[in-house]
């Protein structure tokens, strides 16, 4: 009887039919190609033996001045750092108050005095934004403040950006005149300093007479220097005036817990109160409420962690600094998409940023800005620092941003586009380099071998030496045809430098909105053979100083991946299936009854103990339903498989689900006969 082989091609493919993918894979999980060979995927344990609180959207590893190495984890209700196997809890906090406004001005200072009730004890650590603009002594007072200088338990000084013009402590707040019938509306702002065209913005709903007035407006005719008109989006339902927030200021408070003074101890007072140590009881401190987050960006300046909240500040933290929270950049943006360091000059970058509008702050999705060289507290834009901004001119929001060599990307929902450092004037250029290449996510964007990739909502893309290119994607169907389009903001990649892979993990269709699928690809293998399966993670980060890739699942458990050939201590279930390919020449009918697998059943220094389940799909005629044989069990002592096979097409699955093995699939060959045609 003669013998047949079939030597499989590597990578998935379901574009193509069964008959035309021959020996190609139609279907793979958690597999991986090496050296033109299928073989199983790597295995993960825990990293930090406890899950995290919220679901993990963000990792950045780094090492401080001390040489200790540190993950940071941004989660939806946490930022925690992780260290030598413990989490501190450093997430920012806010305090939100609404009070009669009580403000204090002196002529010819910026120095406003605040009092408040509803604080006691905030510290020059802190700062405070305004959700209510108030007017006082010529000044206005909106968007965020540091705290300078603490005057008692319930007040405390702020610095304006210019001097008062009168000493006063009677202050105004937003009066809004509505007339029945129009959307027109009357704003009494004592001093607004506002003309027509310019916009304001009003943080906080105020409802009244059938209107919200919430958001950006422009305004649409000065009446004097106390009052302004805009346009509602609605009709009022009466002619009447109403106070923006009733009448209250409204303060948000973001509040930094530093380092404990000299003295101060954990055990002593009330619970909670004072540092862990020994010594007295400490005094009081104003605490908040941590903050939620739909994602998170990180980045490390040196030993310092940057972090962004996506629509929020950007906070740093300093491992060696004795801070217990994350302290907000207060003279920076304030709404921002995202940040990263560009690595052309030491200067922060801030995506999706915000501006102030003279009454009020606004988020720009096309906004990019970035501080002054090596400062990332100085984002003064003038003759002696390098900060700036630019706004995109096409496209509707920035998705991501990246450093990379040389330069900086900017993804936009439609383009990529190139921020190169020119120096002064201008800092950075900007160029669109990939139309039609935007990106999908925050983090649907990787570098790996000098070569940059992403996910955008209908392709994959990469960029090298060539510039931006489409990447031929032979399971597009698979994960285009498939992804949950309400949840694109959760795609994650997933750069794995030891392996040279390339991948993304992605909401299915069926999933609740969390990533449950995966696909990747190897980038130095001939033909860059793609695979795909089923492996939720909702964070992922290359190899670091930490070593292997850490991922995390939505649940909150982190994991070091390629640890191990196991699941955390289960097994890891892996399979794949093959095109059908001819099992004689031509279409003649077939009977196998031996088949000789080959495998490389352990790694180099491994034990021999990989017991693998094959099965046999065969058909007569393509679209048939199959008959499967099998499975049967293969170990290294299996010399061939008896069979009784008889079809003119067969196809190959394999699977395997025992602990602790390993294997790789090469030459498959087989015993068959002719036995005719229909």
């Not at 972090?307 to 933290?317: D, T």
């Not at 196998?592 to 094959?614: C, E, L, N, R």
């Amino acid at each position: 009887m003669p013998f047949g082989s079939v030597t499989l091609v590597p990578g998935a493919n379901v574009e193509r039919t069964p008959t035309t993918l021959r020996a190609g894979f139609s279907q793979t999980s958690l597999v991986r190609f090496r050296d033109n060979l299928v073989q199983k995927f790597g295995g993960w344990t825990k990293f930090y033996g406890m899950r995290v609180n919220g679901v993990p959207r963000d990792l950045h590893a780094w090492q401080d001045l001390n040489q200790l190495n540190h993950l940071a984890v941004g989660t939806t209700t946490q930022l925690g750092v992780i260290t030598s196997g413990a989490l501190a809890d450093v997430t920012p906090q806010t305090f939100k108050s609404d009070f009669t406004p009580n403000f204090a001005t002196t002529i010819n200072s910026p120095v406003v005095t605040v009092t408040d009730p509803n604080i006691s004890n905030v510290t020059v650590l802190d700062s405070v934004f305004f959700n209510v603009p108030v007017s006082i002594g010529g000044l206005i007072l909106d968007g965020l403040y540091a705290i300078t200088l603490i005057t008692g338990t319930h007040s405390y000084q702020i610095t304006a950006p210019s001097p008062a013009t009168a000493t006063s402590s009677t202050s105004s707040i937003p009066i809004f005149t509505t007339i029945s019938g129009s959307p027109v509306v009357s704003v009494g702002f004592t001093a607004h300093g506002r003309s027509v065209g310019d916009t304001v913005v009003f943080a906080i709903p105020t409802t009244g007479n059938g209107v919200t007035i919430v958001g950006a407006y422009q305004v649409t005719l000065v009446t004097d220097a106390n009052n302004f008109s805009i346009t509602a989006a609605t009709q009022a339902t009466a002619s009447s005036a109403f106070t923006m927030n009733g009448g209250n200021s409204e303060l948000l408070y973001y509040i930094a817990i530093g380092p404990p003074p000299l003295g101060v101890g954990y055990g002593l007072g009330t619970y909670g109160t004072g540092g862990y140590g020994t010594g007295v009881a400490g005094g009081g401190v104003q605490l908040g409420t941590p903050i939620s987050a739909v994602d998170w960006t990180t980045d490390n300046w040196g030993e310092i962690l940057l972090a962004c909240p996506r629509g929020g500040g950007i906070y740093y933290y300093d491992p060696t600094g004795g801070f217990s929270t994350a302290a907000l950049v207060s003279s920076g943006p304030i709404f921002n998409t995202g940040i990263f360091v560009s690595m052309s000059q030491q200067i922060l970058i801030a995506i999706g940023s915000s501006v102030h509008r003279g009454i009020g702050y606004q988020q720009q999705p096309l906004l990019v800005q970035w501080c002054d060289v090596g400062n990332f507290f100085n984002w003064n834009v003038n003759a002696n620092t390098q900060a700036g901004n630019y706004t995109i001119g096409i496209g509707s929001a920035i998705t991501a941003g990246m450093a990379v060599a040389n330069q900086n990307f900017i993804w936009t929902d439609l383009d990529l586009w190139a921020m190169s450092y020119v120096g002064p004037p201008d800092v950075f250029g900007f160029n669109k380099i990939g139309a039609g290449a935007g990106a999908a996510s925050l983090h649907a964007i990787q570098q790996l071998r000098g070569s940059v990739y992403w996910m955008g909502r209908s392709n994959f893309y990469s960029y090298t030496s060539g510039g931006v290119s489409v990447l031929p994607c032979p399971v597009w169907d698979a994960v285009f045809q498939n992804l949950n389009t309400n949840f694109l903001q959760n795609i994650r990649a997933m750069p794995n430098t030891p392996f040279n892979e390339v991948g993304w993990f992605y909401p299915s269709v069926a999933s609740s909105g969390e990533c449950d699928s995966y696909v990747k690809f190897n980038v130095t293998e001939s033909g860059a053979p793609w695979d795909y399966g089923s492996l939720g993670r909702s964070a992922w980060i290359d190899q670091t100083v930490l070593g292997m890739p850490i991922a995390t699942s939505s649940v909150g458990v982190v994991f070091q991946h390629e640890t191990t050939p196991d699941a955390d201590g289960s097994a890891l279930v892996s399979s794949f299936t093959t095109g059908f390919f001819y099992i004689a020449e031509g279409e003649d009918f077939a009977f196998v009854d031996q088949i000789y697998p080959d495998f490389k059943y352990d790694t180099f220094t491994g034990t021999v103990s990989a017991q693998i389940a094959i099965s046999f799909l065969v058909v007569n005629f393509p679209g048939d339903a199959p008959t499967v044989y099998g499975p049967y069990t293969v170990t290294q002592s299996t010399q061939f498989i008896s069979t009784r096979i008889r079809g003119r097409q067969m196809a190959i699955l394999v699977q395997s689900s025992d602990l602790g093995s390993f294997w790789r699939l090469g030459h498959v060959r087989y015993r068959y006969s002719v036995v005719g045609r229909r």
